[in-house]
């Protein structure tokens, strides 16, 4: 299985730029197509889908969010968080399944 | 708007049985692939079982292969999870969400608020 590490904590303060990353412990990438996505979780809600295939902007989602990285490197920009953005954040690869995997996740706390 | 509602979870003991269902609307349930995903207690995601739109293809994780079932009734627009012989390992909230695909390469797009299932004696 993909192994997928995040660093459990980051602290940001609010206006500023969050840069979470999540690293694969193989390639989740197929020719130019980036098989990670990620995921918000707000406590006590279902996450909701934020960026797919690396660097897409899912429906309804705000431009501050944005996703890059290839291959084993991956990263979940925003700029400039907001209080509504303290939540914790997933990255799940779809390059080998089953099953699919998720990055065990980063809490994104208020400095 | 899609919407997914999981129901059916509760306090069960270990070695028993559960089945959880999850009513889907507005979209066209019948066209896309449905998982089950849970999360127990203060910790990640795990997903646990896939069914494809047609139920032609199921597929599990090995933590719950030959324990639980998939199924979906498309006439009903309800996806289901049929948990047997139940461990205390299987606390968890589940989620049922819609699939999006690329052939096999799959991710989630909509989430249910979903349902708590604890084993415990």
């Known amino acids: 299985d993909i192994v997928l590490t995040q660093s459990p904590v980051l602290a940001v303060s609010l206006g500023q730029r969050a840069t979470i990353s999540c690293r694969a412990s193989?390639?989740?990438?197929?020719?130019?197509?980036?098989?990670m996505h990620w995921y918000q979780q707000k406590p006590g809600q279902q996450p909701k889908l934020l960026i797919y295939?690396?660097?897409n902007l899912a429906s309804g989602i705000p431009a501050r969010f944005s996703g890059s990285g290839s291959g084993t490197d991956f990263t979940l920009t925003i700029d400039p968080v907001q209080a509504d953005d303290i939540a914790a954040y997933y990255c799940?690869?779809?390059?080998?399944?089953?099953?699919?995997?998720f990055g065990g996740g980063t809490k994104l706390e208020l400095k | 708007e899609v919407q997914l509602v999981e129901s059916g979870g509760g306090l069960v003991k270990p070695g028993s049985s559960l089945k959880l269902s999850c009513v889907a609307s507005?979209?066209?349930?019948?066209?896309?692939?449905m998982h089950w995903i849970r999360q127990a207690p203060k910790k990640g995601l795990e997903w646990i079982a896939l069914?494809?739109?047609?139920?032609?293809?199921?597929y599990y994780a090995d933590s719950v292969k030959g324990r639980f079932t998939i199924s979906r009734d498309n006439s009903k627009n309800t996806l289901y999870l049929e948990m047997n012989s139940l461990r205390s390992e299987d606390t968890a909230m589940y989620y049922c969400a819609k699939g999006n695909n690329y052939g096999d390469y799959w991710y989630f797009d909509f989430w249910g608020p979903g349902t708590m299932v604890t084993v415990s004696s």
């Open positions: 295939r690396a660097s």
């Open positions: 069914i494809y739109y047609d139920s032609s293809n199921k």
């Open positions: 193989q390639s989740v990438s197929i020719s130019s197509i980036n098989l």
């Open positions: 507005g979209f066209t349930f019948s066209s896309y692939g």
């Open positions: 799940q690869q779809s390059r080998e399944s089953p099953p699919w995997t």
